[in-house]
């Protein structure tokens, strides 16, 4: 199934994809207002949703509404630096050392926006993009093997690590620099897992204004999802609903030679095979630039 959330008029929704059309799940919000709910509802929860999509005769065309970030508000949003292997060789290029270990870096979660919403800069003079597939955690996981850690998935995204570069290297931790606000576009839906056979054979592609700038395959991750989940939940409990971002191939545009940063009016789409694809417009910032 594809789970979205979508706004009509002054309603917020949640709804199931038909063809091109949505399913509202209205008969169901009682026990399951929002997508939060769902996620932690587990297997009873989506036998839920499918009876009630079922039984309703609504159906609303996905162009009539606003589509909304497919979860409001995860415990975390975890991203993974330099996981393809592309990636980690023109990050050495620019004289970034490459991890032994996976290297973990927060997005705040209120960086969170929608598939088609806009992106705002903010103070950032160097804005970049980086397509990722997104995880969203299911069951919680602790301490869970490689082997077990596809129980723990609920489902999949699409997802713009966008990046302020310059501000990235305020921290070594990354988090200003990954975490303005409207720097994590995700969607269009999320697609539960049962859709998706092997997350380790998806293409993956961003364009800038119709240019690809990126396109590779997951299976190129360095690390692998399974391993990700196993590395992480032996530190820490990941949470029903908990976003991990599993890397970016390379050609992002602090890396290209000259390096090219989005600007106000360029269109970023980010495409993934069997899930979607998400597009948003770089706007111009009404902020001001805060004194280093």
Same mark, same amino acid.
């Given at each position: 199934?594809?789970?979205?959330?979508?706004?009509?008029?002054?309603?917020?929704?949640?709804?199931?994809?038909?063809?091109?059309?949505?399913?509202?799940?209205?008969?169901?919000?009682?026990?399951?207002?929002?997508?939060?709910?769902?996620?932690?509802?587990?297997?009873?929860?989506?036998?839920?949703?499918?009876?009630?999509?079922?039984?309703?005769?609504?159906?609303?065309?996905?162009?009539?509404?606003?589509?909304?970030?497919?979860?409001?508000?995860?415990?975390?949003?975890?991203?993974?630096?330099?996981?393809?292997?592309?990636?980690?060789?023109?990050?050495?290029?620019?004289?970034?050392?490459?991890?032994?270990?996976?290297?973990?870096?927060?997005?705040?979660?209120?960086?969170?926006?929608?598939?088609?919403?806009?992106?705002?800069?903010?103070?950032?003079?160097?804005?970049?993009?980086?397509?990722?597939?997104?995880?969203?955690?299911?069951?919680?996981?602790?301490?869970?093997?490689?082997?077990?850690?596809?129980?723990?998935?609920?489902?999949?995204?699409?997802?713009?690590?966008?990046?302020?570069?310059?501000?990235?290297?305020?921290?070594?931790?990354?988090?200003?620099?990954?975490?303005?606000?409207?720097?994590?576009?995700?969607?269009?839906?999320?697609?539960?897992?049962?859709?998706?056979?092997?997350?380790?054979?998806?293409?993956?592609?961003?364009?800038?204004?119709?240019? &690809? $700038?990126?396109?590779? #395959?997951?299976?190129?991750? *360095?690390? /692998?999802?399974?391993?990700?989940? @196993?590395?992480?939940?032996?530190?820490?409990?990941?949470?029903?609903?908990?976003?991990?971002?599993?890397?970016?191939?390379?050609?992002?545009?602090?890396?290209?030679?000259?390096?090219?940063?989005?600007?106000?009016?360029?269109? &970023? $789409?980010?495409?993934? #095979?069997?899930?979607?694809? *998400?597009? /948003?417009?770089?706007?111009?910032? @009404?902020?001001?630039?805060?004194?280093?």
């Amino acid at each position: 199934m594809k789970l979205l959330r979508f706004r009509q008029g002054d309603l917020v929704r949640l709804g199931v994809m038909d063809g091109d059309d949505i399913v509202p799940l209205d008969m169901i919000q009682d026990r399951y207002p929002t997508m939060l709910s769902v996620i932690a509802g587990g297997e009873a929860a989506l036998a839920d949703v499918r009876s009630a999509a079922s039984q309703c005769d609504e159906r609303i065309s996905l162009s009539s509404v606003h589509l909304l970030a497919p979860i409001e508000r995860p415990g975390k949003f975890l991203a993974i630096g330099m996981n393809y292997r592309k990636h980690a060789e023109e990050a050495k290029k620019l004289g970034i050392k490459v991890p032994e270990q996976q290297f973990w870096f927060n997005k705040q979660t209120s960086c969170i926006t929608g598939p088609y919403d806009d992106i705002n800069p903010g103070v950032t003079e160097k804005l970049d993009y980086e397509v990722e597939l997104g995880v969203v955690i299911g069951k919680p996981a602790k301490g869970v093997s490689e082997a077990d850690a596809h129980n723990h998935v609920f489902g999949y995204l699409v997802s713009n690590d966008v990046s302020a570069r310059d501000w990235q290297q305020h921290s070594p931790t990354f988090t200003i620099g990954k975490s303005f606000d409207t720097h994590g576009p995700i969607g269009p839906w999320i697609v539960t897992a049962d859709e998706i056979e092997n997350p380790h054979a998806l293409g993956i592609r961003c364009f800038i204004n119709g240019e &690809v $700038r990126q396109q590779s #395959d997951t299976s190129e991750l *360095i690390h /692998n999802i399974w391993a990700q989940i @196993a590395y992480l939940s032996t530190a820490f409990t990941l949470e029903s609903g908990d976003l991990l971002a599993t890397g970016t191939p390379e050609g992002v545009g602090v890396a290209r030679n000259p390096p090219v940063f989005m600007k106000p009016g360029d269109i &970023v $789409r980010c495409e993934i #095979d069997k899930i979607g694809a *998400i597009e /948003n417009t770089v706007i111009e910032s @009404a902020t001001s630039v805060a004194t280093e």
